[in-house]
């Protein structure tokens, strides 16, 4: 179903419910240095293709584990005077349009489904709210039918009205606004709201049949850790 709603507005900004962060730049200055100019002019020319790249990840610091999402948005160099263009200065600015930084790798939590109701503690380790992709495996001989997932924390709940047959899986992916039943779009036997996470503990609640349900996402960050 689709309708219009007025929705407050200053400044040409949309309000929302909560805090949101806008898109950041991040500039690096960085010196090259060779035997040869042939040979610092081909590592310039590795850079550039590398930054010429799709979208990628940004690791400052390859022990922190932690990384921003970004594109080049300008790069600069010049020859340092005196070395016969044997060493260069250069400078790259880096667009983040998801302004936060990741951990890497994903953390990936099973919880097996024995009775109903079934409730348990999901901890985001991370200091951003979690936007993570759920899992519901038909794993324990038989089928889901008919289930509410809550997060009382966040007092969110939904509701799935369909059937997961034994040995399949529904995949909600709450990031990209995503629900499909082995692999078929099923938003229409959903109701409710998709389940975030807070930082930190989180209440959670499954009504329905005997199954694993895995929460998978990545901790997330406002700033960079530097070890």
Known sequence: DISSEKVPRRHGVYITEEPTLGAR?????????????????????????????PRGKLYLNGTSGRYINCTKKDFSH????????LAWLYTVTFFADDPFWYEAPAVSHPHVVGTSPSTWTETNAGVQQQYPTITIAA????????????????????????TI??????VIDTANFTIANNGTSDWAQTTGELLNLNPGANSLSFTGNNCTITIAYKNRYNSPAFD
């Open 25 to 53: 730049t991040l500039t690096f200055q960085g010196f090259i240095k060779g035997a040869t100019a042939a040979a610092v002019r081909a590592t310039l020319d590795t850079l550039m293709h590398i930054l010429d790249g």
């Open 78 to 85: 010049h020859p340092v005077a005196g070395t016969t263009l």
């Open 139 to 162: 794993d324990q001989a038989t089928d889901v039918v008919t289930f509410t997932l809550a997060n009382t924390t966040t007092s969110q709940t939904m509701t799935y009205a369909g």
């Open 165 to 170: 047959t034994s040995g399949n899986s529904l």
